[in-house]
């Protein structure tokens, strides 16, 4: 595999717009050809995707979710440019799917970036720590710190997660490829998630499996 380095990830996110992960794995996969890396981000939609994102979008809808039985509960506001695409069906349906997401997962966070420096330090810490115990050289815990972040977005943050009903793909692509197919720029702005008894002592149950078995009714 090419080296790919930080300035070729850059170079195609300045040309294409595409986020800072899809552009290092669209390189990747092109072995370091940047204009293949750019028809691979066309192909996926996601340069598509990128342009759309920086228009403003205040309309959409705020999807609600409740789990059989009244267990759970999610209220997620997800926005779009116009009230047109807010009614469509496909665009109601990619919402119902991001709140039963959000109850299945139980992401904490929308993005990477809405992680509180705070709770960042402290994870940080622990992760730094955990290695350290384990034994690991001093010069090594620091990539290893970074690595396992890695595994604390995609578990915390909602657009990195995988999506429950395809686990190959993320939310963020999935946010991508409608973007791409609606031609409007939608945006997942905040959710709220509630469970019965949160924060009690109580049996922990596959809320994963309860609520995809529910969609497969």
């Known amino acids: 595999m090419s080296n790919i380095t930080a300035a070729m990830v850059k ?3 300045e040309t294409t717009g595409a986020g800072m992960l899809d552009c290092k794995k669209a390189l990747e996969e092109a ?4 204009n293949k890396a750019k028809d691979i981000l066309r192909e996926k939609g996601l340069a598509a995707a990128a342009k759309k994102a920086g228009r403003i979008a205040t309309e959409g809808v705020v999807e609600s979710y409740i789990h059989a ?3 759970i509960g999610v209220l997620v506001e997800i926005n779009c440019e ?16 991001i709140a039963m997401q959000i109850a299945a997962a139980n992401p904490r966070y929308v993005r990477r970036e809405d992680v509180p420096q705070e709770d960042l330090d402290h994870e940080r810490e622990v992760l730094r720590n955990q290695a350290l115990n384990e034994g690991k050289p001093e010069k090594i815990v620091e990539k290893m710190v970074e690595g396992r972040l890695n595994k604390f977005y995609e578990e915390y ?7 429950i009903k395809n686990p190959d793909q993320t939310i963020s692509q999935l ?3 409608k973007i791409s197919q609606i031609g409007e720029n939608i945006s997942i702005r905040r959710f709220v998630r509630y469970e019965l008894g949160e924060g009690l002592e109580k049996k922990q149950d596959d809320f994963v499996a309860e609520v995809m078995a529910q969609v497969k009714q």
Do not use: I, S, Y
């Open 175 to 177: 946010l991508n490829e």
């Open 11 to 13: 170079e195609l996110r």
């Open 69 to 71: 039985g009244g267990r």
């Open 82 to 97: 116009t009230d047109f695409v807010a009614k469509t069906e496909q665009f109601k349906e990619f919402a119902r799917n």
């Open 31 to 34: 072995a370091g050809d940047l």
């Open 157 to 163: 943050c909602l657009l990195e997660q995988p999506f």
